[in-house]
């Protein structure tokens, strides 16, 4: 019978494939069976995703969850029944300095205020990451993650934009990268979102504050942001409504609309401008809609007509005109849409994978456009552990891609704060070059003692 390697000997063939020493465990329980298998802490155990992250992944077969982090004590206590072995904690920050040696990866399943903190926590300590949508709340966050990425080279991180499986998905990238279409002129993208339903205070009532649940600990919740009392509708589900917490549709939606652009285009580094439309302006707490929004981009390249690129992105279904576009007047793919104008045509693509390329009013299905690759079916929870694990599997969305694509996002979010007005943006100076009000109020946010990100220099 063949012996199984070493735990030395498997670290050293792993990071030869790819994988920073720093970024795996050293403490019991890699081994089970003779074959190395992936620790895995989830963080953010149930909530909207948490629970389906956690599955997911765990479902891989050299994969094990093996500890488990929330706020919400009946949140954890459902995950345990679950997983009866696994390590528990409330409070992340205990965890990694208790727990580090006892895991090699994170799946960070948490609102979007606590992502920075918690992500750039589990690179710090050389850990992998799996984390949800958007990747970062504040502007500042992105120059963070850049710096984390620069610093870990080797750890694998895996933004949570499930739906780039889709073979549509994956062939609007093919055919946009190869030009098939032209030269691009714009792209015009738009969600449903927000909708009325339960992700959303939809009506953006402010109740009055009460004592939190006695499950959830709300020092924990809140985290990096100011102290404020709980109130009614909040958590833990419809924080995606308040400034302070979520982003709204736009932001909840981007990675799964304007990713396809940005692994289309490399030219699209970051914005240099962003004006938002708003029907009415946000007020102290929640974020407002419907918006409208124009994210600009300077660009030298001959995979662009003009010297710009501007992309227009809309929530609460404002969808592009038709007519004004030259197509007939049907139904979209889809409520979320990208949709890119090329010289040569117009692609057209629905979250969902559906895709159609539309020349001189005839459409061909994109699926049976030429010169595309073939498109295996692909796991995106399993795909991460593979590459964990020093298997190079096809990874989509790693962080360095997260980064841009939630750029204009968050820029569009932000300025609905200065409805109508256009902010021009450096990302090099994490400034509004004409707009000192902009810069001071929407660039970054003032980390409560004990929760701001680490430093990477």
Not at 280 to 286: G, I, K
């Amino acid at each position: 019978m063949k012996t199984p390697p070493t735990r030395r000997q498997f670290l050293g063939s792993s990071a030869a494939a790819g994988i920073g020493l720093a970024s795996l465990g050293s403490g019991p329980g890699f081994w089970s069976g003779g074959s190395a298998k992936l620790r895995v802490l989830s963080i953010g155990v149930v909530g909207t995703i948490g629970q389906a992250d956690r599955n997911q992944v765990g479902s891989h077969p050299d994969a094990e969850i093996v500890g488990l982090c929330d706020v919400d004590a009946n949140a954890l206590a459902k995950a345990s029944k679950d997983l009866p072995d696994a390590f528990t904690g409330s409070d992340y920050r205990e965890v990694f300095a208790n727990h580090a040696d006892k895991f090699d990866a994170v799946i960070v399943s948490t609102p979007d205020h606590s992502h920075a903190p918690i992500m750039l926590t589990a690179m710090k300590h050389g850990k992998h990451v799996y984390g949800q949508k958007p990747l970062v709340h504040e502007l500042e966050e992105l120059v963070m993650m850049e710096n984390a990425l620069a610093q870990r080279p080797g750890l694998v991180t895996q933004l949570g934009d499930q739906r780039m499986v889709y073979p549509g998905r994956r062939a609007a990238v093919e055919i946009l990268r190869q030009g098939q279409l032209g030269k691009a002129i714009e792209a015009h993208c738009w969600t449903g979102s927000p909708n009325p339903g339960r992700y959303f205070n939809y009506e953006r009532k402010l109740h009055e504050p009460s004592a939190p649940p006695k499950h959830l600990d709300w020092n924990l919740w809140l985290g990096p942001c100011a102290d404020a009392p709980y109130r009614k509708d909040l958590a833990p589900i419809k924080w995606r409504s308040w400034w302070e917490y979520g982003t709204n549709g736009l932001g909840d939606w981007a990675c799964h609309i304007l990713d396809v652009i940005m692994f289309a285009y490399d030219d699209l580094t970051s914005p240099v401008a962003v004006q938002t439309r708003c029907a009415s302006a946000p007020d102290e707490h929640f974020h407002t809609h419907p918006c409208s929004s124009q994210i600009t981009y300077a660009v030298d390249s001959d995979k662009f007509a003009k010297r710009s690129f501007t992309l227009h992105y809309n929530d609460s279904g404002q969808a592009a005109s038709r007519a004004a576009l030259g197509l007939p007047a049907n139904a979209w793919l889809d409520g979320n849409c990208t949709l890119v104008v090329c010289e040569g045509g117009t692609l057209i693509l629905g979250a969902g994978g559906r895709l159609e390329i539309w020349r001189d009013g005839k459409m061909t299905k994109g699926l049976d456009m030429p010169d595309l690759p073939g498109f295996p079916k692909l796991n995106h929870w399993h795909a991460w552990v593979d590459n964990c694990l020093g298997k190079k599997t096809e990874l989509r969305t790693p962080f360095k891609d997260a980064v841009r694509i939630t750029e204009p996002a968050l820029l569009a979010v932000k300025a609905t704060r200065f409805p109508g007005k256009e902010l021009r943006w450096d990302k090099s100076k994490l400034a509004f070059t004409n707009n000192e009000e902009a810069t001071k109020t929407l660039v970054k946010r003032a980390y409560r003692k004990g929760f701001a990100p680490p430093s990477f220099g």
